[in-house]
């Protein structure tokens, strides 16, 4: 698809970024050309099964599911010199190698989305002639949740009595729970339709507690910890009216808020 003038993707963490319309700069630049911006705006692929009913038309209908996300990008890359041109080269050809995932970000029309995202094929870079400044360039990025996500909100204090969270995207997204203080019982986290996680994990003075409501996973001073869960039956944050959470501390010493994201298909 054509791609907006204003369009700049970005993978921060490994100092990449690409761009819709070349700057005046004396900088090697990954610029996007005609047909290399795909895969990102818009949805990605429903995928349903049903099982046919035995001896007798149709068949049980499954829940369907959204396929994951595939994004290409592609274009020209120029730079002042072949050793500059080459070294852009050597980073692009690098990104995301080792297997691992990092942010990509794109931004037009003065929105920033953003999706984690790995590497889904073999990084191409083609310089133009042995002494050229300017090469063909594609990378295709593979983002298993198919999710674009935008503004993290602000904490949301969480008590006995439910509060209601909320998230601005177009889809149900994901929030983190954040709870502090000392617990030497179980605590838990309550949300829509009767849905609940049941902390077990003692928190000490000190310590930061993290629960991901969409997942079920915790997070100790920032590190995740297998176990400490007893029961969860995660839930996520539905967009426009929100969802209302309850946080019963269990006469644990405890404080405990949320902060939703933005989720756009």
Do not use: C
């Not at 090697?28 to 895969?39: A, E, K, N």
């Not at 605590?187 to 003075?205: E, K």
Request: proline share 8%; aromatic share 6%.
């Amino acid at each position: 698809m054509a791609h907006p003038a204003d369009l700049v993707a970005e993978l921060p963490a490994l100092g990449l970024r690409f761009v819709g319309t070349p700057a005046r700069t004396p900088d090697p630049q990954l610029v996007i050309g005609p047909g290399g911006y795909d895969g990102w705006e818009g949805g990605t692929e429903l995928v349903r099964e049903t099982i046919k009913f035995p001896r007798a038309a149709g068949g049980y209908a499954l829940p369907g599911t959204v396929d994951s996300r595939m994004i290409r990008l592609g274009g020209v890359a120029v730079a002042a010199s072949p050793e500059a041109l080459r070294r852009l080269g050597d980073r692009l050809s690098a990104a995301l190698i080792d297997g691992s995932y990092t942010k990509l970000a794109v931004t037009h029309g003065g929105a920033t989305r953003w999706a984690l995202v790995g590497l889904a094929a073999t990084t191409r870079f083609v310089t133009r002639g042995e002494s050229s400044t300017e090469a063909d360039w594609q990378i295709q990025l593979f983002a298993p949740d198919p999710r674009k996500y935008g503004v993290r909100r602000a904490p949301v204090a969480l008590s006995a009595v439910p509060s209601r969270v909320k998230q601005e995207g177009s889809v149900p997204g994901p929030a983190v729970v954040r709870v502090t203080g000392t617990s030497t019982d179980n605590y838990g986290i309550h949300g829509p339709g009767g849905r609940s996680i049941i902390v077990s994990r003692p928190l000490a003075a000190g310590d930061v507690h993290e629960v991901d409501v969409e997942t079920g996973a915790l997070t100790v001073n920032g590190t995740r910890v297998i176990g400490g869960i007893i029961s969860a039956y995660p839930f996520s944050i539905a967009p426009g009216p929100g969802s209302e959470i309850t946080f019963d501390a269990n006469g644990n010493a405890l404080t405990a808020s949320v902060r939703a994201t933005d989720a756009f298909a």
